[in-house]
């Protein structure tokens, strides 16, 4: 993705994918979380107690920043410095 090759599974950005999945997938089972019942339950502040769904969501918004910014920051960096395959 723009021009950034992950070299081994240590990668950041697939570190970032990984994590992001197995938290992604915990939120879908169902019966696992009230918010697949009553989605309104999404919007309740991750401090309330008993918000495990609403934390693990902002955990898988984090990781999946993380997991597009990483490659972006690797394609602006090659466009700064003019060594871009895609201006070739």
Known sequence: ?????AKSLDDP???AA?????LAAKLLIPGTSF????P?????????????SV?????VRKWTKE???VPMAHAK???????SPLFV
């Open 1 to 5: 993705m723009y021009g950034y090759d």
């Open 13 to 15: 950005c697939i570190k």
């Open 18 to 22: 990984d994590e992001s999945a197995v």
């Open 35 to 38: 918010v697949n019942i009553l």
């Open 40 to 52: 309104v339950l999404g919007k309740i502040p991750a401090w309330v107690p008993g918000t495990f």
């Open 55 to 59: 934390r693990t969501a902002a955990l």
């Open 67 to 69: 997991m597009t910014g």
């Open 77 to 83: 960096k090659q466009v700064v410095s003019q060594s």
